[in-house]
């Protein structure tokens, strides 16, 4: 059988069970939160050590608005106090960051230290990091169509492609969803369209290294088709090893 032969250029993760790691432990859900950035810190680091190239990662949703007033503000400032620490690392690491997201929803402070954080790393290029928060899937189609409206441009799949939230990136290859839930919840539905999906069943505070790895390794074993017969996959990788070797 003929297997992606390359690594995952573009890993995005949606990172789930933040609140089912604290409450087993009888803490607040946002210990989970806090817990889940510790675990997102060393994720972008293996990223890093991988030559990943692209991260993005599923931070709030459109929908998590919904939940307990408490647990939103709770979200939100500890976004202003991970931005205040992280991003001189990330910066030194060669980090370029992206809020992915209905930002204008936010509040002045939050969104100033998102804007701040993406001017001061935009010179980057080790690792294109994409947090998307206030982000969903039905959102970013929306906002597309209504910039080219805007515009008087024509909707095609070409240019909705490159009025996404994520133009700036070529789709995920593998997408990882951490808590056990086998369901995308709105997150990259136009960009995931032939994207490989991996369900773990570690709640994201728990994903560490070797979990990654090991959703790496299972995408290393899939084929990618899109669309076309096994054969034709086959002998096209075959071509390309003759013509290299
Ligand atoms: C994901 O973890 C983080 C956010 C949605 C902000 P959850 O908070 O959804 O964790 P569970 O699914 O309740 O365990
Ligand atoms: C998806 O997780 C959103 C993020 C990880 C930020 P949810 O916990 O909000 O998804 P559902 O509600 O279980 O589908
Ligand atoms: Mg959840």
Partial sequence: MTVSSSAPKHIAIVMDGNGRWATRRFLPRVAGHRQGVESLRRCVQACLDRNVGVLTVFAFSSENWDRPAEEVSGLMSLMVSVLAKEVPKLHANGVQLHFVGELSALSEKVRGGLLQAEAATAGNSRLVLNI??????????????????????????????????????????????????????????????????????KLWPEFDEAALDAAIADYAQRERRFGKTSGQVAGAANTRAASSG
């Fill in 132 to 201: 998307c928060f206030n982000y969903g899937g039905r959102w970013d189609i929306a906002q597309a169509a209504r910039k080219l409206v805007a515009a008087g441009e024509a909707v095609t799949e070409r240019s909705l492609d490159g009025a996404m939230a994520l133009a700036h990136c070529a789709d995920p290859d593998l997408l990882i969803r951490t808590g056990g839930e086998f369901r995308i919840s709105n997150f990259l539905l136009w960009q995931c369209a032939y994207t490989e999906m991996y369900f773990s069943d």
